[in-house]
Each structure stands twice: as structure tokens, then as C-alpha cells.
């Protein structure tokens, strides 16, 4: 099942770059250069899993999981510039700004962020009134109460130490808005209880937040070569992370804990429903890369 969304979220992605970008431009070299490569695609999994919970066709959310994958790439480049993380690998290969140019690589980011609300307002399998909230739930999470604030507290605790509650803080906006993005938009059409509701929220949030402790878990823990990227850039940063402020063990306890709740709660709600989304993110809480 898994191949199968992902050979749909490929074909997407590659027929969205031609539908948007100019073929003789370099921003859409760029663009395909940092979206067509070989990602994991968690978010566009996270909405195939949640539209098939709730009972609807997954296929009809291709273009909703294209988006969110596209804005991620955007984050992904411009998180890489020098003015930022000032990262030079990405996912195996040079950075985008590394690879062409800096300003070609912001560009690419920026054009990113315009084809992913396009491709979800584009889309023929919702009615105008809910690709309308489709539209305004993606801005809202990558927005400047979401995905930005996230970054720039980021930023802001580089040059201070970040306590705790902070901490958390930052990643349930930088890492987790958009995961928590990918529950609101599987769900989108579909006939819930308010304990549905509540269940996929909660579900998303601790998934976010997980998702964010495993990556400086594996910052430490797991080699460039593994990971695709540079490793202990955070500490070499002086950034504050779940490692630095709860130590190895404990995070490790964090994830074991937000996971057993959000999975707990998900399948109270959907029964047997759950059980591919449930696998699916306990697997990425125990991921090696």
C-alpha cells in the first residue's frame, strides 16, 4: 500500500513542476532538483493514511499531499542557506544553493510555495468550499502563527538557551504544524465526531513533536551517511534540543510515551481503522534516518 502511495505522490509531484514551471527556467531546475529527490514523502503518507481512516478515497487526496510535500521543500531549502542553517547536504547531495546558486536556490523555495497552494486550490476532486479550507488550513500552518514563528524562535534560541517549555515551543510550530497539517487535510470532507476530531489532533501533535525528538535523537546517535545531511550541526550551533535538555535516555522515554498516547487514543476513536496509520508512525518513531 505504502508503494502505491508513493508512486502516485511521485507522479504527482512530476506533473505539478510541469503544469507550474517554465521548462527552459532554472528555478524549475532547481525546484526538481531539491523536490525529486527520493524524499520520504511522510506527509503525503500521513494524508493517504488519514483520508483512508476516515473512509474516503485516498487517491482524490494526491494533489492535497503534493502540496504540503511541495511547501515542505520549500522549508527544506531555504532552512539549508547560508543565512540559516547554512547546511550543504541535503538527502545525500549537495544543497540546493550549493548545487546552483543562492539566489537561484531562494527563488526555487519561494516558486515551491506558490505551486503548493496552487496545486491544493487546483484541485478537481474537492467542492470550491473545501479547497477554499484546504487553501486556508495550509497557510495557517506554514504561516506566521505556524511553520514561520516555529523558524524564527529557532533562530532566536541559537544565540539563547531555550528552556523546556520553549523548546517545545519551537517544534510543535517549526516541525509539527505541518504535520498536524497533514491530519486536517486527510480528514478533509469526512464525517467525524467530535472525538474523531479531537483523537486525529491530538494523534498529529504528538507525532510532530516525536518526529522532531527522533531527529536530534539521530543527530547524535547516526552518521552523515545514514542520515543524507550533516550530523552535530546543532551542537556545533549551540542550539538547544531535546538532547541537550533531557538527555539521551529520557528523550528516547519522550518518544515512547507520546507515541503509546496518540496511538492509544487514535484507535479508541477508529478501531481497526487506525491500524495502518498507527504502524506507519511507529515505525517512523523508530526510524534509523
Not at 128 to 141: E, G, S, T
Request: glycine residues 8%; charged residues 30%.
Amino acid at each position: 500500500m505504502l508503494n502505491k502511495f508513493l508512486q502516485k505522490t511521485e507522479e504527482q509531484l512530476v506533473k505539478n513542476c510541469d503544469l507550474y514551471f517554465y521548462d527552459d527556467s532554472q528555478v524549475n531546475k532547481a525546484a526538481r532538483y531539491s523536490l525529486l529527490n527520493a524524499g520520504k514523502r511522510v506527509r503525503a503518507m500521513l494524508i493517504y493514511l488519514t483520508a483512508q481512516m476516515c473512509g474516503k478515497d485516498w487517491e482524490k487526496y494526491a494533489d492535497l499531499a503534493c502540496g504540503v510535500e511541495m511547501i515542505h521543500c520549500y522549508s527544506l531549502i531555504h532552512d539549508d542557506l547560508p543565512c540559516m542553517d547554512n547546511d550543504d547536504l541535503r538527502r545525500g547531495k549537495p544543497s540546493c544553493h550549493k548545487a546552483f546558486s543562492e539566489d537561484t536556490a531562494l527563488l526555487a523555495g519561494d516558486a515551491l510555495i506558490g505551486c503548493g497552494i496552487e496545486a491544493v486550490a487546483n484541485s478537481d476532486c474537492f467542492s470550491v468550499a473545501d479547497r477554499l479550507k484546504a487553501v486556508q488550513l495550509m497557510c495557517a500552518a506554514m504561516g506566521p502563527k505556524g511553520m514561520i514563528y516555529g523558524q524564527e524562535l529557532d533562530l532566536k534560541y541559537e544565540k539563547e538557551t531555550a528552556d523546556k517549555e520553549q523548546l517545545a515551543l519551537i517544534h510543535r510550530n517549526k516541525t509539527g504544524q505541518l504535520i498536524s497539517l497533514c491530519g486536517r487535510l486527510g480528514s478533509l470532507g469526512a464525517e467525524l465526531t467530535e472525538g474523531q476530531k479531537k483523537a486525529i489532533e491530538v494523534f498529529f501533535a504528538n507525532t510532530g513533536l516525536v518526529f522532531q525528538i527522533v531527529d536530534d535523537i539521530l543527530d547524535v546517535e547516526s552518521s552523515e551517511e545514514e542520515l543524507g545531511k550533516p550530523i552535530g550541526s546543532d551542537a556545533e550551533n549551540g542550539k538547544s534540543t531535546f538532547i541537550t535538555l533531557y538527555g539521551l535516555d529520557e528523550s528516547k522515554r519522550k518518544v515512547e510515551e507520546l507515541t503509546k498516547e496518540a496511538n492509544e487514543l487514535l484507535y479508541t476513536e477508529f478501531g481497526e481503522k487506525a491500524e495502518y496509520i498507527i504502524d506507519y508512525t511507529s515505525k517512523l518513531a523508530h526510524r534509523r534516518k
